[in-house]
């Protein structure tokens, strides 16, 4: 069973940090991602790496504020938030391929990754 599990979310005033951590089983994953959802509005790409750590992208509205980072000995995709902001608060998923195979592969399109996780709320009071 593939399976990914995201941890770390919560409450975090403005301007202050958090750390999300995803756990993939099941499968080797390739490039993972990580995305977002604010009540109301569609699913935001925050950031995507690929398994070689060569390659990262970010959404416009993190970049400089967050960085994404793997460890592939523990299956596991980080997502590091600073300066965090209101605008910041939302359901927050672990997204994941298996299927390139490829080191150097990331993607930021929701739709080239088949496995996701629950999600982990983030709220950033102000």
């Known amino acids: 069973q593939v399976q990914l599990v995201e941890s770390g979310g919560g409450l975090v005033q403005a301007g202050g940090s958090l750390r999300l951590s995803c756990t993939g089983s099941?499968?080797?994953?390739?490039?993972m991602g990580w995305f977002r959802q604010a009540p109301g509005m569609g699913r935001e790409f925050v950031a995507s790496?690929?398994?070689?750590?060569?390659?990262?992208y970010y959404g416009d509205s993190v970049k400089d504020r967050f960085t994404i980072s793997r460890d592939n000995a523990k299956n596991t995709v980080y997502l590091q938030m600073s300066n965090l902001e209101p605008e910041d608060t939302a359901v927050y998923y672990c997204?994941?391929?298996?299927?390139?195979?490829?080191?150097?592969?990331?993607?930021?399109?929701?739709?080239?990754?088949?496995?996701w996780g629950q999600g982990t709320q983030v709220t950033v009071s102000s």
């Open positions: 790496i690929s398994r070689s750590f060569a390659m990262t």
């Open positions: 997204a994941g391929e298996t299927r390139s195979g490829s080191l150097r592969y990331v993607t930021s399109r929701e739709e080239n990754y088949p496995y």
């Open positions: 099941g499968r080797t994953f390739y490039s």
